[in-house]
């Protein structure tokens, strides 16, 4: 049963068409990679899922909910979180502040209430160790390196206990040990019920953790299935090289 | 640790200015040295208010001086034409400015930036032509309050008190605020609209509640200002002079901070009552109070709080947050 469901998405910027009639679908349970070269219009279709942009036309389901054209902060509370290609940290902030920030409180009266809970910070701290900087807790966040900016974001999607997590590149800039790190905590993850939709230019790691592969070119899926299948796809390669 | 020699020292200072008043019989200066602490004391009640939109969210009103007017004149005319005293209606003026902050930023807030800045201007602007024309508050020419039956020294006490309230009362919130989850998202917003608004932050309605509540103290300082003035005109509350201090004063003294807008509004208020006594003429007042903005600013980007707490330099006197 697919979790996520995107249905003919097209995005134009001005005279540029970044998605044209994107459709896919991503399997509850799992742990789904879109790939494609460079400008193939993969984070736009992350912001149109994420409610950043709204796309010219087409459709975003999760489950039975219609996403297409909710707030973000809306999507968000429907179990959708997202990180940024490029490491968006709040940076006047500690790394704490930073967590639960992502995990805010709704409704009145809970709003009021002190910023930072004695179980957030409790939770806050477990996550900041699952992904190996807890001893940055109380650190501004922007006195971080990249690659900790990169765990710190993704440490802070996980707060509100999301059902769908959107990473986008989660190795850039983030060193070969801590990415087997990582890579472990997204299988953890995904064993407990977490599912994935995963941009990544690692095709080692793209192969290793997906369950399905959906490869984008020109704002359009080229193709999709099994790791095993899309890797001898002679027009995914093609793709990649330029030449479709 | 519940008694810090932080609160200790505040404690006393908060004794102090409550004793002022009582000082009549020992004080050549009297009426004068309470007429400083009462604009002292307004301004650190509307900054810090202002605070809340302008510091914590980061959205820089030039408008406020609108809900200035809006206090001061409601008040007035409750008085004037219903006899109801300033003191007690000020409270009900600070609550329908919430009201018209609400209405106000549900409009001005889908714009940021220097959008927000103008529409925020163009506000003070419409405002200022209407009360200017509007005959039941006598327009142009102004309106006169009934003058208080209290003898001087009495009546400036009382002043001197309504605004001490309001000054406290402005600062509590802003420091309830700043510690709430509420505070917490409002700097979000503040620094990454977008990041806070994927975070799963209503930034739409957490500005525009930031807004509302900015326009309180604001308001209910106006309705005591105007009780004091006892004559009432547009420029009194609606000048640009009056909405550049909005700014100008957290700016010094740290936007976004508690204590920033308080220390802001004592030296501003105190260096423009200095260069008045010593020079008397209003242009070099101007330059006086530029001449401290710049200098200050040349050392403390990030206003005197913000720049000290950057460099833990800052004195806990002056951690309120
Ligand atoms: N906000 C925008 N305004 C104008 N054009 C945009 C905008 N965002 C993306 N584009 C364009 O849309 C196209 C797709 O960009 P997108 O960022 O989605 O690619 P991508 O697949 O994520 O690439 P990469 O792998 O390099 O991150 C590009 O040509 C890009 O220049
Ligand atoms: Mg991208």
């Given at each position: 049963m697919p979790l996520l469901e995107v249905r003919?998405?097209?995005?134009?910027?001005?005279?540029?068409?970044?998605?044209?009639?994107?459709?896919?679908?991503?399997?509850?349970?799992?742990i789904t990679s879109l790939i494609g070269p460079n400008g193939a219009g993969k984070t736009t279709v992350f912001n149109i899922i994420s409610g950043t942009i709204k796309p010219t036309s087409g459709r975003v389901l999760l489950g039975d909910a219609d996403l297409t054209g909710q707030a973000p902060h809306a999507i968000t509370r429907h179990g959708v979180g997202r990180t940024f290609q490029i490491a968006r940290e709040l940076g006047d902030m500690t790394v704490v502040e930073n967590m639960v920030v992502a995990a805010p409180?709704?409704?009145?009266?809970?709003?009021?209430?002190?910023?930072?809970?004695?179980?957030?910070?409790?939770?806050?701290?477990?996550?900041?160790?699952?992904?190996?900087?807890?001893?940055?807790?109380?650190?501004?966040?922007?006195?971080?390196?990249?690659?900790?900016?990169?765990?710190?974001?993704?440490?802070?999607?996980l707060m509100p206990a999301p059902r769908l997590v959107l990473l986008d590149e989660p190795s850039g800039g983030v060193n070969p040990a801590l990415l087997e790190h990582i890579s472990a905590r997204i299988e953890d993850l995904n064993r407990s019920g977490v599912t994935f939709l995963i941009v990544e230019h690692n095709m080692e790691l793209v192969m290793r953790l997906s369950h399905t592969v959906v490869v984008m070119a020109h704002g359009d899926v080229l193709t999709h299935g099994p790791p095993d299948a899309v890797q001898v796809d002679d027009a995914v390669l093609d793709a990649y090289l330029g030449v479709a | 640790m519940g008694r810090t020699p932080r609160g200790l020292v505040l404690g006393a200072l908060l004794l102090a200015l409550l004793a002022t008043p009582l000082s009549a019989p020992f004080l050549d200066s009297y009426n004068y040295v309470l007429q400083v602490m009462i604009v002292m004391f307004m301004w650190i009640a509307m900054t810090s208010s202002w605070n809340i939109i302008g510091g914590f969210a980061g959205y820089t009103s030039l408008g406020h001086g609108v809900f200035f007017a809006l206090g001061g004149y409601l008040s007035g005319s409750l008085f004037v034409y219903l006899g109801l005293s300033p003191f007690l209606t000020a409270p009900l003026a600070g609550l329908v400015a919430v009201g018209v902050g609400l209405l106000v930023g549900l409009i001005t807030l889908r714009t940021r930036g220097p959008s927000f800045i103008i529409s925020t201007i163009a506000l003070l602007l419409m405002t200022n032509l209407l009360i200017n024309n509007w005959q039941f508050v006598g327009g142009a020419n102004g309106m006169s309050l009934p003058l208080p039956t209290l003898p001087l020294a009495a009546a400036k006490a009382s002043f001197y008190y309504a605004m001490l309230v309001a000054a406290v009362g402005s600062v509590y919130l802003a420091y309830r605020v700043k510690r709430s989850k509420f505070g917490l998202g409002l700097r979000a917003v503040a620094e990454d609209e977008t990041k806070a608004e994927v975070a799963g932050i209503n930034t739409r309605m957490y500005k525009i509640?930031?807004?509302?509540?900015?326009?309180?103290?604001?308001?209910?300082?106006?309705?005591?200002?105007?009780?004091?003035?006892?004559?009432?005109?547009?420029?009194?509350?609606?000048?640009?002079?009056?909405?550049?201090?909005?700014?100008?004063?957290?700016?010094?003294?740290?936007?976004?901070?508690?204590?920033?807008?308080?220390?802001?509004?004592?030296?501003?208020?105190?260096?423009?009552?200095?260069s008045v006594a010593y020079f008397g003429g209003t242009a070099l007042n101007l330059v006086a109070t530029g001449a401290l903005l710049l200098v200050v600013l040349l050392f403390f980007p990030q206003g005197i709080v913000g720049t000290l707490r950057q460099h833990r330099r800052l004195p806990r006197i002056l951690d309120w947050d």
């Open positions: 003919d998405l097209i995005k134009d910027f001005g005279g540029l068409r970044a998605v044209d009639g994107c459709s896919f679908s991503v399997e509850s349970g799992s409180a709704r409704g009145l009266l809970s709003v009021l209430r002190r910023d930072i809970l004695a179980r957030e910070r409790s939770r806050a701290m477990e996550l900041l160790d699952f992904v190996g900087i807890a001893h940055l807790a109380d650190e501004q966040a922007k006195n971080l390196s990249y690659g900790q900016k990169k765990l710190l974001e993704f440490a802070a999607v | 509640a930031a807004f509302a509540l900015s326009a309180f103290f604001v308001a209910v300082a106006g309705a005591v200002w105007a009780y004091s003035l006892a004559y009432l005109r547009p420029v009194t509350f609606l000048s640009i002079a009056i909405a550049a201090d909005f700014v100008l004063m957290p700016i010094l003294g740290g936007r976004g901070t508690v204590a920033g807008p308080v220390l802001g509004s004592v030296l501003i208020v105190g260096v423009n009552e200095l």
